[in-house]
């Protein structure tokens, strides 16, 4: 087991003062994470009565807020929460950094939903043009993550607007016409 884990936010946590008890449960939680367990059983597994994330209680008091394993499951929680769709880090959210699993943050990653925003065209139509191979995605749970360059070459390619945000907090959006793919269709006759 690794000696230290590292939150969405950056927060170094140490894991070396846990318990047998306590690894054990990390590895059942972390196992579960990675199997993409729902979010809403995942909640209820770490936050039982009597679970060693609960220090065997009832209730989150402040020692057990504070503690290394209820923190690493309050972040794998979050980690699940926000790939399956359930959680989602905006204006109102406590952490500012992007984090590696929030498509909706990462510079480079775009949710089927951003894509579809991004483009002009509905989530759903998204979807289709993944499954139909056009699009490449990554599926984290049920939820698929794209490229945005991907997803810009796929505007191009359909002769779509992509919309392109402006300004340190992606506020101010102002449209760029792809038209190099629509001068390329124009000159062989077809929209």
Not at 61 to 66: E, H, K, L, S
Not at 108 to 120: L, M
Not at 134 to 145: D, F, I, S
């Amino acid at each position: 087991m690794a000696k230290a884990y590292v939150t969405l936010t950056g927060e170094k946590i140490d894991l070396s003062g846990l318990t047998a008890e306590e690894k054990v449960f990390l590895g059942q939680a972390v196992k579960a994470y990675e199997a993409s367990e729902a979010y809403p059983n995942f909640v209820n597994r770490v936050n039982a009565p009597g679970s060693p994330a609960l220090q065997a209680g009832q209730w989150v008091t402040p020692r057990v807020a504070a503690s290394p394993l209820y923190r690493v499951c309050q972040d794998l929680e979050d980690r699940l929460g926000i790939g399956q769709g359930f959680l989602a880090v905006g204006e109102n959210s406590s952490t500012e950094r992007p984090t590696s699993i929030d498509a909706a943050t990462e510079p480079d990653i775009v949710s089927c939903e951003d894509a579809a925003q991004r483009i002009g065209v509905t989530a759903e139509a998204i979807r289709k043009a993944i499954r139909e191979e056009r699009l490449p995605a990554r599926q984290m749970g049920r939820t698929y993550l794209l490229e945005r360059k991907a997803v810009d070459a796929y505007a191009a390619r359909s002769g779509r607007e992509v919309i392109i945000a402006s300004g340190a907090n992606g506020q101010g959006a102002r449209r760029t016409v792809v038209k190099a793919a629509k001068r390329r269709r124009m000159a062989h006759g077809t929209r």
